[in-house]
């Protein structure tokens, strides 16, 4: 058996990220400051390191990065970056469709439970989230061709999960927790649209602004 080290040595590796929702033990692990010293003493034999993303330390997800930057860690990071990037529109629409069916102000954050029963009811009910729903299951993405939102909903949730945005903790429930894998996704799109200035957090607090006019 592997030691708690070993352990998260393994799974940043493998590209897992690493989160209190996913691995609390390998969360609590990493929080020590001499713990991930080690862990990234180790990982820098392999130009690897440990890296970290989120709103404060208390909600930290770690992950493992390159150190330096050859042409073949380019063309690793190149080819993650554009299949990020062509996730995108799906992955915002989505996050979107979550925020409006539960009537929340705030997006959708690591540890936040998504009942999908719940979720299915409201869209149901709820015309243009239906529509929402099928464009957004038809995506390449998500890859449906069912007419149903029952169909579609599970299977975007089923994907999400392949993806490691969301986990299922107990199968015999449809209760699923979103992971600390979004917030690196949140990275992602404020790194774009700052290169890009594309200004996407003003346009979004001026559409909210317009809506409660």
Not at 168 to 173: G, L, Q, S, T, V
Not at 182 to 205: H, K, M, P
């Amino acid at each position: 058996m592997l030691s708690i080290k070993g352990h998260v040595i393994a799974r940043l590796l493998q590209g897992a990220f690493i989160c209190r929702t996913t691995d609390e033990d390998g969360w609590r692990f990493l929080m020590t400051p001499g713990n991930r010293e080690e862990v990234d003493a180790y990982l820098s034999q392999l130009n690897r390191q440990v890296a970290t993303v989120g709103a404060s330390a208390d909600s930290e997800v770690f992950f493992c990065g390159y150190r330096q930057f050859d042409d073949d860690e380019r063309k690793v990071i190149s080819q993650q970056f554009r299949d990020i990037c062509q996730a995108l529109t799906p992955m915002a629409e989505w996050l979107v469709l979550v925020q409006e069916a539960a009537a929340q102000d705030a997006p959708l954050t690591e540890g936040a439970p998504l009942r999908l029963n719940e979720l299915q009811t409201v869209i149901e009910d709820t015309p243009a989230l239906r529509e929402q729903l099928a464009r957004i299951s038809h995506y390449r993405l998500f890859g449906s061709t069912s007419p149903t939102t029952d169909t579609q909903l599970k299977l975007v949730f089923k994907r999400l999960c392949e993806l490691g945005y969301l986990i299922r903790p107990n199968p015999d429930k449809q209760i699923y927790l979103a992971t600390g894998k979004l917030d690196y996704l949140y990275e992602v799109i404020r790194f774009i649209d700052e290169a890009e200035g594309l200004g996407l957090e003003a346009q979004a607090e001026l559409a909210s602004q317009g809506q409660l006019l």
